[in-house]
């Protein structure tokens, strides 16, 4: 089981300063098809207008390391594999994942004034939007361990140990690669400008 979270921290401002090749087995099994389950669920914020709403959420966020987020993308993978011995090899002949995706966002407890809905829905399909290209990230790591371990042959390793050490080592950079992507992504739509500071501001001075 892997997990992981990806998130959107709050900023302390509101308003101007926001915060190898393969076997023919292999390929045929490394092209098994596979559907993530992704989900979404919510916190409630509290609020009338767009900085009532924007304090909530610095208040109610899900706490992520040391701060609060405004959403997170968080999942949990796990894998059916197959090893065979090979005379003295072990080899990983399949691995099928399962993957569950779940987006964590705000939602209104209480029904909103019709201009600060309209900024609101603005805001947050904006920021739905954002964290489903983290869940696109992680869709995209699963697809890159599968091609990066079926098929995978350890000579004198029949008893299927070693594969699993170089398995973690293959895992584990595929796993960084993909953190320091999203970890990227959110530092350009983040910074002063771009697409989650326009957000704020568009919910908070309802511009």
């Known amino acids: ?61 899900p706490k992520i390391g040391k701060g609060r987020t405004i959403a997170y993308t968080s999942f949990k993978l796990t894998w059916s594999r197959k090893y065979e011995r090979q005379g003295d090899a072990c080899v990983l002949v399949s691995a099928v994942p399962k993957l569950v995706i779940t987006y964590t966002l705000p939602k209104p407890s209480q029904q909103l004034p019709v201009a600060i809905a309209r900024n609101w829905q603005t805001f947050i399909t904006g920021v739905s939007n954002h964290e489903k290209v983290h869940g696109e990230t992680i869709k995209d790591m699963v697809r890159k361990i599968e091609a990066a371990t079926v098929g995978l042959t350890i000579a004198g390793d029949p008893d299927c140990r070693q594969i699993k050490t170089e398995m973690t080592r293959r895992l584990s950079e595929l796993s960084q690669a993909q953190r320091q992507q999203s970890r990227d992504f959110d530092q350009v739509e983040m910074s002063d400008g771009g697409n989650i500071h326009q957000l704020i501001l568009g919910l908070v001075n309802g511009g």
């Open 1 to 61: 089981m892997v997990a992981a979270r990806i998130g959107i921290r709050v900023r302390t401002g509101i308003r101007l300063c926001l915060p190898l090749a393969l076997p023919l087995y292999a390929v045929l099994a490394a092209r098994a098809d596979w559907k993530p389950v992704e989900k979404v669920e919510t916190y409630a914020v509290a609020g009338k207008s767009g900085p009532e709403l924007y304090a909530s959420i610095g208040e109610r966020g």
